[in-house]
Protein backbone atom coordinates (compact mmCIF):
# COMPACT_ATOMS: atom_id res chain seq x y z
CA UNK A 1 0.00 0.00 0.00
CA UNK A 2 1.27 3.39 -0.60
CA UNK A 3 0.21 5.50 1.86
CA UNK A 4 1.86 8.91 1.66
CA UNK A 5 3.45 9.43 5.12
CA UNK A 6 5.43 12.56 5.41
CA UNK A 7 5.10 12.74 9.46
CA UNK A 8 3.55 16.14 9.71
CA UNK A 9 0.51 15.22 11.38
CA UNK A 10 -0.55 18.94 12.49
CA UNK A 11 -3.73 20.48 11.83
CA UNK A 12 -6.76 18.41 11.92
CA UNK A 13 -6.80 18.69 7.84
CA UNK A 14 -3.88 16.76 7.37
CA UNK A 15 -4.62 14.52 9.71
CA UNK A 16 -7.62 14.08 7.71
CA UNK A 17 -6.40 13.45 4.17
CA UNK A 18 -3.59 11.06 5.77
CA UNK A 19 -6.95 9.06 6.94
CA UNK A 20 -9.03 9.29 3.78
CA UNK A 21 -5.57 8.59 2.08
CA UNK A 22 -5.66 5.53 4.09
CA UNK A 23 -9.04 4.23 4.01
CA UNK A 24 -9.27 4.67 0.04
CA UNK A 25 -5.90 2.31 -0.52
CA UNK A 26 -7.56 -0.11 1.96
CA UNK A 27 -10.88 0.24 0.35
CA UNK A 28 -8.91 -1.17 -3.03
CA UNK A 29 -7.26 -3.90 -1.12
CA UNK A 30 -11.05 -5.34 -0.01
CA UNK A 31 -12.44 -4.53 -3.86
CA UNK A 32 -9.53 -7.42 -4.68
CA UNK A 33 -10.88 -9.65 -1.63
CA UNK A 34 -14.60 -8.71 -3.19
CA UNK A 35 -14.05 -10.21 -6.38
CA UNK A 36 -11.93 -13.14 -5.61
CA UNK A 37 -13.35 -16.41 -6.35
CA UNK A 38 -12.04 -17.63 -3.34
CA UNK A 39 -14.21 -15.97 -1.05
CA UNK A 40 -17.54 -16.61 -2.75
CA UNK A 41 -19.93 -18.89 -1.64
CA UNK A 42 -20.21 -20.72 1.90
CA UNK A 43 -19.12 -18.66 4.73
CA UNK A 44 -19.06 -15.35 2.84
CA UNK A 45 -21.88 -14.00 2.67
CA UNK A 46 -21.60 -10.94 4.69
CA UNK A 47 -17.82 -10.69 3.31
CA UNK A 48 -18.75 -6.57 2.46
CA UNK A 49 -19.46 -5.70 6.07
CA UNK A 50 -16.60 -8.28 7.43
CA UNK A 51 -13.90 -6.47 5.12
CA UNK A 52 -15.41 -2.87 6.75
CA UNK A 53 -15.37 -3.86 9.79
CA UNK A 54 -11.35 -5.37 9.56
CA UNK A 55 -10.63 -2.01 7.48
CA UNK A 56 -12.18 0.13 10.96
CA UNK A 57 -9.91 -2.01 13.59
CA UNK A 58 -7.15 -2.15 11.72
CA UNK A 59 -6.77 1.82 10.95
CA UNK A 60 -7.39 2.17 14.79
CA UNK A 61 -4.51 0.16 15.25
CA UNK A 62 -2.37 1.81 12.72
CA UNK A 63 -1.39 4.49 14.57
CA UNK A 64 1.28 5.95 12.76
CA UNK A 65 -0.70 5.13 9.37
CA UNK A 66 2.10 3.34 7.48
CA UNK A 67 0.06 0.90 6.66
CA UNK A 68 1.84 -1.73 8.71
CA UNK A 69 0.84 -2.73 12.56
CA UNK A 70 4.35 -3.05 14.05
CA UNK A 71 5.39 -4.33 17.75
CA UNK A 72 4.83 -1.24 19.63
CA UNK A 73 1.05 -0.44 18.19
CA UNK A 74 0.29 -4.30 18.61
CA UNK A 75 1.39 -3.22 22.00
CA UNK A 76 -0.58 -0.42 22.63
CA UNK A 77 -3.68 -2.40 21.12
CA UNK A 78 -3.33 -5.44 23.49
CA UNK A 79 -3.42 -3.23 26.03
CA UNK A 80 -6.39 -1.12 25.00
CA UNK A 81 -8.14 -4.30 24.85
CA UNK A 82 -7.07 -5.41 28.60
CA UNK A 83 -4.62 -8.25 27.16
CA UNK A 84 -1.62 -7.13 27.97
CA UNK A 85 1.36 -9.19 26.56
CA UNK A 86 5.14 -9.70 26.76
CA UNK A 87 7.55 -8.58 23.80
CA UNK A 88 7.73 -12.38 23.23
CA UNK A 89 3.97 -13.05 22.76
CA UNK A 90 4.07 -9.99 20.82
CA UNK A 91 6.90 -11.17 18.58
CA UNK A 92 5.20 -14.69 18.64
CA UNK A 93 1.40 -13.18 17.48
CA UNK A 94 3.59 -11.21 14.65
CA UNK A 95 5.05 -14.03 12.97
CA UNK A 96 1.71 -16.12 13.05
CA UNK A 97 0.51 -13.91 10.85
CA UNK A 98 3.42 -12.31 9.16
CA UNK A 99 3.54 -14.00 5.58
CA UNK A 100 6.08 -12.03 4.30
CA UNK A 101 8.66 -12.11 7.33
CA UNK A 102 8.58 -7.92 7.93
CA UNK A 103 7.99 -8.29 11.03
CA UNK A 104 5.04 -6.04 10.72
CA UNK A 105 1.08 -7.30 10.13
CA UNK A 106 0.32 -5.66 6.54
CA UNK A 107 -3.69 -5.08 6.24
CA UNK A 108 -3.49 -7.93 3.69
CA UNK A 109 -1.89 -10.13 6.14
CA UNK A 110 -4.96 -8.41 8.78
CA UNK A 111 -7.43 -10.02 6.51
CA UNK A 112 -5.92 -13.41 5.29
CA UNK A 113 -5.66 -14.17 8.99
CA UNK A 114 -9.56 -12.92 9.93
CA UNK A 115 -10.86 -14.76 7.29
CA UNK A 116 -8.90 -17.79 7.14
CA UNK A 117 -9.78 -20.67 9.19
CA UNK A 118 -6.41 -21.10 10.73
CA UNK A 119 -6.90 -19.28 14.56
CA UNK A 120 -4.25 -17.27 15.47
CA UNK A 121 -4.14 -15.75 19.31
CA UNK A 122 -4.54 -12.16 17.43
CA UNK A 123 -7.81 -13.39 15.74
CA UNK A 124 -9.22 -15.01 18.44
CA UNK A 125 -8.44 -12.10 21.05
CA UNK A 126 -10.29 -9.96 18.17
CA UNK A 127 -12.98 -12.10 18.01
CA UNK A 128 -13.90 -12.32 21.87
CA UNK A 129 -13.59 -8.44 21.89
CA UNK A 130 -15.98 -7.65 19.16
CA UNK A 131 -18.95 -10.15 20.82
CA UNK A 132 -17.78 -8.26 23.83
CA UNK A 133 -18.59 -4.57 22.34
CA UNK A 134 -21.85 -6.29 20.69
CA UNK A 135 -23.22 -7.80 23.93
CA UNK A 136 -22.27 -4.21 26.04
CA UNK A 137 -24.84 -2.24 23.83
CA UNK A 138 -27.76 -0.84 26.19
CA UNK A 139 -31.26 -1.95 24.90
CA UNK A 140 -33.86 0.70 24.64
CA UNK A 141 -35.11 4.00 26.63
CA UNK A 142 -32.69 5.10 28.95
CA UNK A 143 -34.16 5.24 32.54
CA UNK A 144 -35.07 8.81 33.80
CA UNK A 145 -32.24 10.10 35.61
CA UNK A 146 -32.22 13.08 38.21
CA UNK A 147 -29.23 14.83 39.96
CA UNK A 148 -29.16 12.81 42.92
CA UNK A 149 -28.57 9.68 41.02
CA UNK A 150 -25.16 10.97 39.40
CA UNK A 151 -22.18 10.07 41.05
Keep these: ??????????GGKTYGRLKSQQSEALDEIN???LHDDEYKGD????????????KEQFMEFDEDNSGDIDIMELK???EKLGQAKTHLELKKMIAEVDTTNSGTIHYNEFVEMMLGSKSSVLKLILMFEKKAKESQQPVGIPPPRDLSSLP
Design 31 to 33: QRY
Design 43 to 54: GFEDLPERLESY
Design 76 to 78: RMM
Design 1 to 10: MSVTNNNNYQ
